[in-house]
Nanobody, 123 residues
Framework: VQLVESGGGLVQVGGSLRLSCVASGGRIDDYTVGWFRQYPGRAREEVSCLSHSESLTSYSDSVRGRFTISSDVSKNTVYLQMHRLKPEDTAIYYC?????????????????WGQGTQVTVSS
């Protein structure tokens, strides 16, 4: 499956952005899909995942209550709605898919990755 992210950009502190991840070559609801982010010089980290098979979502502590993951199966698209953005949310955001489809959001379980989209929050 191929994943293409969009929606990143420059936003002020406290603002909102919605990231989109369009999948092709497979049905998005056959996968656990997730958003991960990476700071310069640091390892990629989990942000949020959605397991379609188990109807579960998960969030990292740093984004819980501010970010919401969702999907539109008819559009084969996963979204990450981000509110109350902080400077520490500045990173490259990647969409990924895990063909196992379970509830875990581990980076090492992801089989497919998008190219990433830059989010910059200015103070």
């Amino acid at each position: 499956v191929q994943l293409v992210e969009s929606g990143g950009g420059l936003v002020q502190v406290g603002g909102s952005l919605r990231l989109s991840c369009v999948a092709s070559g497979g049905r998005i609801d056959d996968y656990t899909v997730g958003w991960f982010r990476q700071y310069p010089g640091r390892a990629r980290e989990e942000v949020s995942c959605l397991s379609h098979s188990e109807s579960l979502t998960s969030y990292s502590d740093s984004v819980r209550g501010r970010f919401t993951i969702s999907s539109d199966v008819s559009k084969n698209t996963v979204y990450l709605q981000m509110h109350r953005l902080k400077p520490e949310d500045t990173a490259i955001y990647y969409c990924a898919a895990d063909s196992w489809g379970g509830a875990s959001c581990r980076i090492d379980l992801q089989d497919y990755w998008g190219q990433g989209t830059q989010v910059t929050v200015s103070s």
